[in-house]
């Protein structure tokens, strides 16, 4: 159980075009879903926190219109990077929160996608 | 604030031999601790957490974490290090408030090299 997906794995997109990442618990419910950017040998970045049915929490520094998050549904949270440029190209990565119901839910990550823009 | 140590950039061991990936942790309050493994290209495996209890957390793959409340610590450790446990990893804590949704705080990560 727990687990979580994304796709793409690897996209490789054209400056100024926008790429869609998807996240999804597969076999669970997730109110609660985070995204994250990790550069090459270095920690994650939390970005923004996705919560469903609302809007989501960016971290400090994190543009709002560039990096569109969608909790449209309780397995499904989507990020859209608009307008993407080579400083874009990272590892995204998504988590969910396995929803026990107490404050201990542990974060499952899903297997991230690697952006490349040109 | 909240925040995570991993004061070792690469830790490196011969295979059957005990490792340990050391973490720090500051944080208000009583510490939830987790343990991440990611292997390359991929992302972050659940290993174990320490939530209250017993100091002593057994998780996957034979890993184990010890919490240490007086010295803020909980490092990883294995007894006997095989080579396919060469990944890295990363220490986390959760502000138990809960006020920020549950948002780990991540350390910056240690790479764990375990030779033949």
């Known amino acids: 159980g727990a687990v979580v997906s994304q796709h793409p794995s690897r996209v490789i997109c054209k400056s100024g075009t926008s790429v869609k990442i998807e996240c999804r618990s597969l076999?669970?419910?997730?109110?609660?879903m985070f995204w994250y950017r990790q550069f090459p040998k270095q920690s994650l970045m939390l970005m923004a926190t996705?919560?469903?049915?609302?809007?989501?929490?960016?971290e400090q520094g994190v543009e709002k219109d560039k990096f569109l998050i969608n909790h449209a549904s309780l397995t499904l949270s989507t990020l859209t990077v608009t307008s993407a440029h080579p400083e874009d190209s990272s590892f995204y990565i998504c988590?969910?929160?396995?929803?026990?119901?107490?404050?201990?839910?542990?974060?499952?990550f899903g297997p991230g996608t690697r952006l490349t823009v040109l | 604030a909240q925040s995570v140590a991993q004061p070792e950039d690469q830790v490196n061991v011969a295979e059957g031999n005990p490792l340990t990936v050391k973490c720090t942790y500051s944080?208000?309050?009583?510490?939830?601790l987790f343990w991440y493994v990611q292997y390359p290209n991929r992302g972050l495996q659940f290993l174990l957490k320490?939530?209250?209890?017993?100091?002593l957390v057994k998780g996957s793959y034979g890993f184990e974490a010890e919490f240490n409340k007086s010295q803020t610590s909980f490092h990883l450790k294995k007894p006997s290090a095989l080579v396919s446990d060469s990944a890295l990893y990363f220490c986390?804590?959760?502000?138990?408030?809960?006020?920020?949704?549950?948002?780990?705080?991540f350390g910056r990560g240690t790479q764990l090299t375990v030779w033949p």
């Open positions: 320490y939530i209250t209890g017993d100091n």
């Open positions: 988590s969910a929160r396995f929803p026990t119901g107490a404050s201990t839910d542990t974060q499952y």
């Open positions: 996705s919560n469903e049915g609302s809007k989501a929490t960016y």
């Open positions: 076999d669970f419910q997730a109110t609660t």
């Open positions: 944080v208000s309050g009583n510490p939830y």
């Open positions: 986390a804590v959760r502000d138990p408030r809960g006020s920020t949704l549950g948002r780990l705080y």
